[in-house]
C-alpha cells in the first residue's frame, strides 16, 4: 500500500477511501478525521462500520441539524436541541447485486425531525422549512455528477 497523502489545505480537499485486497472494510480520511465503512455479515462484510448508504444518511442528517441549529442561533431562538432521523426507503441489498448492469439508488429518503426546546408553533414550523434549505439535502436533490 501507498503511504497517505497529506491532508490539503485547500476548499477542494479529497476524501479518500483505501480498501484491502479481501472483503468489504474501507478506511476513510477526511482532513484530520478517519472512519471505516464496511457491509453487514449478512452481505458477507465485517459489519466493522456503516455503509455507504448509511454514512449518505448520516452525511444529509448532519448538514440538516447543522444547518437548523446555525438558523436558530442566528434569530436567537429557544432550540435546546434537535434530532434528526434518517433511513432509506427500501433496503440497500439489491443495489449491491446490481450495480454493475443496472442503474441503481435509493429514490427516497425518509426524514423525521425532532426539535426540543420552548419553541413557538411558528418558530417549529419554519424550523421544519429551514431543515429542507440544508446544502447536502439541496445538492442530492439536483443531482450530482461524478468525473
Known amino acids: ?3 497517505p497523502l497529506d491532508a490539503p489545505t485547500d ?3 479529497w476524501v479518500r477511501a483505501r480498501v484491502g485486497s479481501t472483503g468489504f472494510r474501507v478506511e ?3 482532513r484530520r478525521h478517519h472512519l471505516v465503512a464496511d457491509e453487514p455479515r449478512s452481505l ?3 459489519d466493522a ?3 455507504p448508504y448509511e454514512l449518505l444518511l448520516a ?4 448538514c440538516t441539524a447543522m444547518t437548523v441549529r446555525m438558523y436558530a442561533d ?3 431562538w429557544p432550540l435546546a436541541g434537535a434530532v434528526i432521523w434518517m433511513r432509506q426507503a427500501r433496503a440497500h441489498e439489491p443495489d449491491c447485486e446490481k450495480c454493475l448492469t443496472e442503474k441503481v439508488g435509493l429514490g427516497t429518503i425518509e426524514r423525521r425531525v425532532e426539535l426540543d426546546g420552548p419553541l413557538s408553533d411558528e418558530q417549529r414550523e419554519r424550523l421544519l422549512e429551514i431543515a429542507d434549505r440544508c446544502p447536502v439535502k439541496q445538492t442530492l436533490e439536483r443531482g450530482i455528477k461524478v468525473v
Do not use: E, S, V, Y
Open 1 to 3: 500500500m501507498t503511504a
Open 11 to 13: 476548499a477542494n480537499q
Open 28 to 30: 476513510l480520511n477526511a
Open 44 to 46: 458477507k462484510g465485517t
Open 49 to 51: 462500520g456503516p455503509t
Open 59 to 62: 452525511a444529509l442528517a448532519g
Open 74 to 76: 442566528r434569530k436567537g
